[in-house]
């Protein structure tokens, strides 16, 4: 199975700041990958698919970029609500993989 | 407007088998390139994909989980049911279903069930 690994697992970060997470998977994935956000005692929401395609209603400050086996996903301008988890996800292989996520906390 | 919904048993003792449902609303798994997959989330850690069927009725499973899992679909009742033989305290966790449509992986979800294994 293809290993998704994200980095950091966790950090903090203030509100207005620019924050990027990292993914990198274990052999080339071409542009098969998503992000997934994931707020406490929710399933995880489509945010980015195809490594850079915002999915309908999802606000411009979050983008993605990346093919083959690096990927990363950029919040511009940190608002309250996007303190979360976030997951990658890989769909090359119908075994699809998730990434162990990154957990975006308040500073 | 999709939505789906799963629903089966809170509590299941080890060794026994655990039968869960997605019933769904807003399209049909009989259009060609619908799929629907479970994924379940063991508390504090991350998502694991389980299992998927599409709309030929083709089916997918976890490598490492396949010889406990079978999914099906009754097209007719829109819903899908994924069953877990031989379940142990380690397969606690929130299980999802979700839809995979025209953007090629899972853009919606259930709320998720919380299943716990114990005695």
């Known amino acids: 199975a293809i290993r998704m690994t994200q980095s950091p697992s966790s950090f903090s970060a203030s509100t207005g700041d620019r924050v990027t997470i990292t993914c990198r998977a274990s052999?080339?994935?071409?542009?098969?990958l998503a992000w997934y956000q994931q707020k406490p005692g929710k399933a995880p929401k489509l945010l980015i698919y195809?490594?850079?395609t915002l999915q309908s209603g999802v606000p411009s400050r979050f983008s993605g970029s990346g093919s083959g086996t690096d990927f990363t996903l950029t919040i511009s301008c940190l608002q309250s609500e996007d303190f979360a988890t976030y997951y990658c996800?890989?769909?090359?292989?119908?075994?699809?993989?998730f990434g162990q996520g990154t957990k975006l906390e308040i500073k | 407007q999709v939505t789906l919904r799963e629903s089966g048993p809170a509590l299941v003792k080890p060794t026994q088998t655990l039968t869960l449902t997605c019933t769904f609303s807003g399209f049909s798994l009989s259009t060609s390139g619908m799929c629907v997959s479970w994924i379940r989330q063991p508390p504090g850690k991350a998502l694991e994909w389980l299992a998927l069927?599409?709309?030929?009725?083709?089916?997918y499973y976890s490598t490492s989980l396949k010889t406990r899992l079978t999914i099906s679909k009754d097209t007719s009742k829109n819903q899908v049911v994924l069953t877990m033989t031989n379940m142990d305290p380690v397969d606690t966790a929130t299980y999802y279903c979700?839809?995979?449509?025209?953007?090629?992986?899972?853009?919606?979800w259930g709320q998720g069930t919380l299943v716990t294994v114990s005695s």
């Open positions: 052999q080339g994935i071409s542009s098969y």
């Open positions: 069927i599409d709309w030929d009725d083709d089916k």
């Open positions: 195809a490594a850079s």
């Open positions: 979700a839809r995979k449509g025209p953007t090629g992986t899972f853009d919606y």
């Open positions: 996800q890989q769909y090359y292989s119908y075994l699809y993989t």
